[in-house]
Each structure stands twice: as C-alpha cells, then as structure tokens.
C-alpha cells in the first residue's frame, strides 16, 4: 500500500503539467502517483466548489476540509481506494469543535463515534487562540482506519510576523492531539505540508538566513515553531532541556530515515524567482508515523520528477504484512472495516452506506447520485428491451384495431403503389399539421423591392425621375411544404429558366451585391411585362467622385495608411528586451512588489534559473547579476536609436 501526500496548490492545478495533462482526471492521476490513500493541501475551493468529477469518482470515497470563510485558501482532500481501504471515520480540525453531519461537535460525539484525543480545556485555553477560528480554515483533515489515525495537515506559512501567534498555536494543538491519541493507544500517522523544516540541511538558503539574521545553529534549531516540531520527532534535533509535556518524540521522518545523508531532497521550491530548476528549496512536506510503526514501512521518497504545483508528492510505502498488537497481520485486513478481509481475502463488497457520514459522497448535493461512467456502465436489460420495442407516436401513424402496420419499403421513383398511398398520406396530413403554414393572398400586391441597398445609398435622397421599382414574384400558397414533396410544374421551371425574367446581378461601388433573389411578378400564363425587365442601366449606380484618383494620389494615400499603422503597430509592441551580460540571451521583466520606494518599478534580469546556491553567478549556468530597470533601459533605447555613428 503507498501512501501519497502534495501540496498541489489549487485543486486542479496538475492538469495544467503533463503527464496530468493528457486525461485530466483524478482517478488516472491518483493511478500515476501509484496511490492508495492521496492527501491533498491548499485546494483553494470551498464547498460550493466541489463538483462531480471531484467527489463521484468509481473506486474512491474522499473526505474534505475546506475553509469556511476565506474563498481561494487552504483547504485539505483525502481520497481513499474503495478495493484496498475503506475508513471507519472522519472529521475535520484539530481541536473537534466543528459541527459533524448530525449537528453534534465531533468532539461531543459518543465514545464510539469519534476518533478521540482532543485536547482538554487547559490544553486549549494554552494555545492562545480561537479554537473556532483554528478549525474553520480546512487545515486538518482526521480519518481513522482500524490501522491508525492519518492526520492530512497543512501548516499555516510564515507570513512575515502577521500571523505568528495562530501558527504557533496550530502547531502546538497539532503536537498536543497527535500526542493524546498516541495515549489513547492508537496509532498516528501525519502527513502534509507542515511549513516547516527540521535544519538547516533541509533548507538550501538556511546557511544565508543565518548570516543575514546573524544567529548560531542553536538559534536556528530553536525557533518557536522549528523547536516544537523537532521535540515532536523521535530524533529530532532539540537545543537545551525539553518542553514540559514534550520529554521525548513521537513520531518518525520515514523519509529521512531512508535517506539519512541525502542533501537536496527538497519537496518545495519558490515559483517567483524560479527556483525548482536549480533545486533551489527547502523540506516542508513530510510523511511521519508513530514509534510503534516502525516496520510497517518498505520504503519512502520524494518525487522531484513529477510537476503540476510549487511542491512535489511525498510518499511512503507499506510492507503487505505488519506486526499489530502481537500478532502478524496483513495490513489489507487493518486497512478496511472488521470482517471486510480476513488474510488478505475479501468476505463483502464495500458499500457508500459502509462509508462514514463525513464522506463528501453522503453529502446532501452529491448523495444518492452516480457518476456519469456507473450510469453507463451495466445499463439493465429491462429498460433495454422497452426502449427497443417502444415507437415513437411522431414516427408511426395509429391504425384501426386489427389493421396490420405495412412495413418500411424503399423509395421508388415514379408512381406510388396503390399500398403505400394511404400511409403516405397520413403521414403528409401528420407533417402538415404540426407545422402550420401561413396563407398568403395572391391577388394583393407585393411590396417592391430594388434588392440589398449600401449604406450610403440608405441616407440619400430618393432620385426624382427613376424608372418604376421592380416586382417580386409572389409566392404560391403552401409552396414552401410542397416543394419538399411535390416536383416543380412545368410552367415553374419555365419561368425560373426563362432569359428574359432573371434580374441581372451587378456589384455597386461600395460592395454590396444586388440581391439576385426578387425575380419580376409574373401573370397566369406567364407573359412578362415590358417594365418589369430590369437591364444593366438601370440598376447600376453613379461612381463615386472620390474613387476617381490618379495613380500617384492612390499611392500616397496607401503610403500614409500603412505608415499610421507601423505608428500604431510600434506603440502597442512589447519593448525590445536587452541581452545580459553573463550569458548573452534576452533579459526577462519582473516587478517590484517589495514596499518602499521602488514598489511598483520593473526591471529586467537574467531570465535563468537560480542556482543551487541561491545566489547570482559568473560565469555559470545559472542567473547571472544582469539587473537593469525598465525606465533606464527605455531611456537607453531613444539615445542608441537618435545617436547617428560616424
């Protein structure tokens, strides 16, 4: 069983990176990652976000945390494959004050309903900080297999000091439940990003911190939210005397104790200064377990490789069979409800209604609803069958009891068989009565038509002294059903292909076609009228006074055209970028967020990655010192462009 935590900074922020990018669902992710249990941080939804190919996935059941304020913040997800384990409960926050689906605080809870280790009163009180406010981020996420307790956390971020006294108390309410359950005799199991790292091997600009902060190792090591984690590991690395209450660790770096000497296994890196290249970054995502298992893991690691957000997933892998409670057990058998497995072998299928109520699939929006893959999967024979059998009344016309329905027959050109003549008619009457036609009157006139004028045309001034307008051909009643059934008389086709009644199509200055549709009334027996024919003359327009130019005049006017749009052209253009000095290639432009006096201010810098060591280099690979601001180089460009050589 492999157990996989990321921080994927936005809930659909992997789709963006291969290989993600080729499916774009969760199910193929989580079979990319090799996962069992998946642990998400940052989603950055809230609940009214969550949709179907989020929760109403086929084989997994999945749990989320979600700030309940806040829009586009923390946020925690767990999902679970149905074959291999299955939960016996959640919830949500450290602390338990949160409402459960009953209405109940999960802390209130009965015995046997609640996962247990909250802290007491005087522990709370301790923490200095809302316990409400604490849990209403979607910071924690607690689901409990007969196995253990996993604990899906994301750690608040250094915020510069603004938020200190909340993010040391999140991580003391952390220490303080992980501890309590750890009494209460269950196992633990936290993984996450925890925002903080153990030293100064774990963090590449640590060494710089120090000198810039001007502190000692023991100093690093000590700070507040450093010194409560490292008390929290078994080996964790504590100057001076331990806390009160925190005498020695709980839990074990899985990921570190496979790899003890490994420098540069960092799981983060900063996005603005493009630091993941260079493996620029720190260890802040973490799988840890509690003392009692520490056989249980195979192996544990990092996957650098892997892109889709600033972190990289963090996994630990379980060996199939485990010591657990003196005996040997598979760990299938630990992993999923009493009586699900017995060694290894499944005894019942698992169900939604095994599932705990926190599950996001027993949530009232999503509850008693399928994905669209189930719907489609097993379709029942039943509703097969009446669909095959069951006939449209649009398609086929009622007939009299004991009058058999004639049976489909190709059509033949020429003269119907007296057989089909009765059906078709039906058929006909059915057709023409869903679509009714409009009756038209023969015998008034139509309104006449010159054809599509041109906008200039449509402000000018009727010309006195034009010949008669042109007549439209009136449309026979009911023509346009029975075109679509009935061939064109004779007398229609003649009309249509006589010569002297098609209007000639002529182009006017500005471009717009003379509507070749409006053909000249024709009487019964089809005699045209001498002033209904319209010839080039008389429908052909003055020129325009300003199309008559020279030569020389066109070309000086295409001349100035085109000269107005190389103006427009080099006023909307992105800058020319300058070349750095280290290695020769096009600067990039950044801005400057930093408050002071340049807040707002752009410059261009060497667009290289970072390297290893954090700083600006010669003569390397890595970003160069190149650092030009904007208004300078701009400034630079006029006088390069007004200074004539020689």
Known sequence: MRLTTWNVNGIRNPFSYPPWNTERTFPAMFDGLGSDIVVMQELKIQRKDLRDDMVLLDGWDCFFSLPKHKKGYSGVGI???SSTCAPIRAEEGLLGVLPSPSGVSFCELAEGA??????TALQTAELGVDPALLDAEGRCLVVEFPAFVLLGVYSPANSNGLRDDFRYGFICALDCRIRNLIKNGKNVVLVGDLNVSRDEMDTASAVEDMRKAGISHEEYISTPNRRIFNQLLLDGEVAGEHDEGRERGVLWDTTRAFHPERKGMYTHWEQKINARPGNF??????????ES????VKDANIQEGLHGSDHCPVYADFKDEVEFDGKRCKLIDLMNPPNTFSDGVRLKDWKLQDSPAFSAKRMPEFDRRRSIKSMFAAPSLKKAQSSATTVPTSAAPVLPSGEAVPSPSPVKSGTDTPGATPLKRKASAIATQSKPIKKQNTSADFPKSKGQQSLKGFFQKATPGAG???KTMPQSPGSSEDAAVDPPSRNQSKVVSSNDSVKITSMNLNGAPESPDHLPNTSTNHESHPDDVLTPASTMEAPDEDLNVSPSQFS???????QNQKSWNSLFARPVAPLCEGHNEPCKSMLTK???????????MCARPLGPSGNKERGTQWRCPTFIWCSDWQGRKVEEQVVEPG
């Open 556 to 562: 000086a006017k295409l001349e100035a055209v085109e």
């Open 114 to 119: 609640s996962i247990g280790g909250y802290p």
């Open 281 to 290: 970054g720190s260890r802040i995502d973490f799988v840890l377990v509690c």
């Open 293 to 296: 298992m520490l056989g249980w």
């Open 79 to 81: 999902y679970t494959r």
């Open 594 to 604: 930093k408050k002071g006096s340049n807040q707002g201010r752009s410059f261009w």
């Open 468 to 470: 008669p307008p042109e």
